[in-house]
Each structure stands twice: as C-alpha cells, then as structure tokens.
C-alpha cells in the first residue's frame, strides 16, 4: 500500500535491480468496465511509467494464477498483453522451478516513440501464486 491507495510491487527493490509498481488504480469512465493502472519501471539507472488501459484488469491476476498452477512447467513463452498494449509480459519456466517474467511498458498509442523491458524471476507455484492474489487485491480493490 501507498499513502495513495492500494499498489503492488514486483521485483528487487536493491539499488541496481529494476522494479516495478502498480498504483493509482482508476474506473475513467464510472461503471464502465474500463480499468486503468499505472505502472511504473525504477532502478538505479531507468525511471518510466505509463498509464495502462485494461478491460477488467485483463485477467492479468488469471494469468498469473495459471503460471502458478503450472509449477512444473511448460514448454516455450506465454503471453499476456492489456487492451491497448501499454503493457506486456511474456513468462518463461526456467529449469530449478523459476520462473522468469519479461515485463514490457510501452508508450501510448498512438506515437508509440519508446519500449522498455525488464525481467524478473520468481519461484514457480507459492511465490508466482503469492503475486497473482496481490494483483488481484490490487485490480479489484475500491476506486474511488
């Protein structure tokens, strides 16, 4: 939590490693299902965020939660990716039972001018479920 509200953070928090954070969740249009986040990339060496646009969260924490359940992995990337593309992560299982998830920020359409991508790892099953129940507490938590 933030003293804005409800965030979720992923990755290493030391000072050369790349983490990110999801905060300032928002219902732009009122009842409508459209849901948007920010999500912001910080590191020793890098700073951006973007505004990501989902349609319900997108089913990202659904997502999430089938890597888990896959513990002992699978074959090749899977893909996930918000409604408007501003965000993007491909997840890999790594042999030791981890789990490496490239996070890709985008630029809003329609300039699209920059790309960033960060990795992470995770430990698959208790740790990669362990995310999937935080971004869900994030995505369906009260928007004021």
Do not use: C
């Not at 509200?5 to 219902?27: K, N, Q, Y």
């Not at 912001?40 to 997502?63: C, I, M, P, Y």
């Amino acid at each position: 939590m933030t003293e804005d509200g409800a965030a979720v953070r992923v990755g290493d928090t030391g000072l050369r490693p790349v983490h990110l954070l999801f905060s300032e969740l928002a219902r732009p249009f009122g009842d409508d299902p459209t849901l948007d986040f920010v999500v912001k990339a910080r590191g020793q060496w890098v700073s951006v965020e973007t505004l990501v646009r989902t349609w319900d969260g997108d089913g990202l924490d659904t997502f999430l939660s089938s890597l888990a359940e896959d513990f002992r992995g699978w074959e090749g990337a899977r893909a996930w990716r918000s409604l408007e593309r501003d965000l993007t992560i491909s997840a890999e299982h790594h042999s030791g039972g981890y789990v490496h998830l490239t996070w890709g920020i985008h630029d809003r359409p329609p300039s699209e001018e920059w790309h960033f991508e960060t990795t992470t790892v995770h430990a698959a099953g208790e740790e990669m479920q362990n995310l999937a129940a935080e971004l869900h507490t994030f995505l369906t938590s009260t928007v004021e």
